[in-house]
């Protein structure tokens, strides 16, 4: 790829898809899905993650004649079900759950009926997570420095390929993923959760994780390239570097999350692991 538009192109695609990839596989991404009752055709989209003060709202479009309640409990837990009815709003049901400190999880599930008919969504209890507020002003350059970084990361490793220099493209994903992951993703993560890291040496969370390996590659890499960048190996540090941010960076946002072990009704342990 001697072309740099293209270059710049693919990596875009590439990111885009990374990025999308991310979002839609992750623990928090709403659970969606369609159910008839009745012979009426209700479709919901469930939220899996509820920041800030409040309780988190349900709402579902749903025909007249179709009744709805709410089935809840602490997660994970063997509480018993608590079961709210959904009220009407013209052509909407709603209900709420009650708000849970950071890392508070709720398993939830709606339960509809119509002449009789019954139909539940979904069949196995979402899990809904509960965390602080973040600043726009901290968060949007946080995620803003990790989406560039992988741009920066693959337009070295193409740049790599088609030999051209890689040094300014390494530093700066080294510079982004130092940024994003290491000063902002922290400041998002106390807001949020109350801890600045539970990665590595303090615990298992893979969202810092991840970030640490990222930030070792393109350390690693820079080492090479920090004189010349156009030796063989110079070129397989960077592209290295880059497949493995790409890989870590594939795993779904926010697996292994903080949350709360509760240790009794009403009351929780510490919390385990923490994830943005």
Known sequence: MKNTAVRFYVALLVTLVSAAWQRRTGPTYPARGRVTVGGAAVDLRLARSHGGPGDQPVRLEAPEGVAGAVAWRRYPTQDAWTVVPMARQGGA??????HQPPAGKLEYQVRLAKAGDTAVFPPRPTVTRFKGAVPAA??????LCMFLSMLFGTLAALAAFAGAPTRGLSWMTFALIAAG?????????????DAYWTGVPFGWDLTDNKTLLAGIYWAAALLFVRTRDDT??????VVAAAIATLLVFAIPHSTWGSEIKWEGAGSAAAISGSSR
């Open 181 to 193: 992951g290491f000063v902002l993703g922290p400041l998002v993560q106390k807001a949020a959760f």
């Open 232 to 237: 063989k190996v110079a070129r397989i540090a």
């Open 93 to 98: 049901l709603l209900a709420s759950l009650p």
């Open 138 to 143: 901290v968060l949007v350059p946080h995620v």
